[in-house]
Every structure is written in structure tokens, then in C-alpha cells.
């Protein structure tokens, strides 16, 4: 199996940035691809960021051009540098990897969650 476990969230003034980390471990090398999703209350699970093993990268439209993902493979990290956030950003972000499976082809995994409040 694979755990993950976020950090970096908390409270940041709109306009602030922060940036989150997420670090895998367990069977990592079945692990194809790491990203973020976040709910905001009241409101589904919604797509961040992604980013295969191969570097494809995927963002959600609500945060192009303002949030970065990048991976440190050799520390099985991945991490969301958010930048010109807003209100609407406020919610709890997970980690997820989606990873080869055994009774599915492919499984996801997701960490706990970290909350992030953006005031003002």
C-alpha cells in the first residue's frame, strides 16, 4: 500500500501563497502518477494538479496559471506551490496517487488532507 501525508496548510491573507507538501511512502514503485485535489465546503472534490511519472502535468481550470506542482522523486514528494490566492482557495487539499493495482488496474490512494483558509 501507499501512505501519504500532507503539510503546509493554514491560514494566508488573499493575494498570499503557500506551498504544500505531500511525502509517499510504502509500495511507491507502483506509482504512476501524484497530484492534489481539494473540496471546499459545501462543494465536491474537485481536480488541482497532477503529474505522471513521466512529467504530463494536468491543472484544473479554476487554477491555471496561479498554482505549480512539482515532484521530488527521489525524496517520493510531491508538492503544490499556490500562489495569488483567494477566498474561493480556501478548503481542505489531499494528496492522491494513483497507482498500479491488483484487483483494478489501477488504484488511488489518498492522504488525510491539509486545510487551507484564505481570509479577507
Known amino acids: 500500500q501507499v501512505q501519504l501525508v500532507e503539510s503546509g496548510g493554514g491560514l494566508v491573507q488573499s493575494g498570499g501563497s503557500l506551498k504544500l507538501s505531500c511525502e509517499a511512502s510504502g509500495t511507491t514503485f507502483n506509482i504512476l502518477a501524484l497530484g492534489w485535489y481539494r473540496q471546499a465546503p459545501g462543494k465536491e472534490r474537485e481536480l488541482v494538479a497532477t503529474m505522471t511519472n513521466d512529467g504530463v502535468i494536468n491543472y484544473g481550470d479554476s487554477v491555471k496559471g496561479r498554482f505549480l506542482i512539482s515532484r521530488d522523486n527521489a525524496k517520493n514528494t510531491v508538492y503544490l506551490q499556490k500562489n495569488s490566492l483567494n477566498p474561493e482557495d480556501t478548503g481542505v487539499y489531499y494528496c492522491?496517487?494513483?497507482?498500479?493495482?491488483?484487483?483494478?488496474?489501477?488504484?488511488?490512494?489518498w492522504g488525510q488532507g491539509t486545510r487551507v483558509t484564505v481570509s479577507s
Open positions: 492522491n496517487a494513483e497507482a498500479r493495482g491488483v484487483v483494478v488496474p489501477r488504484y488511488d490512494y
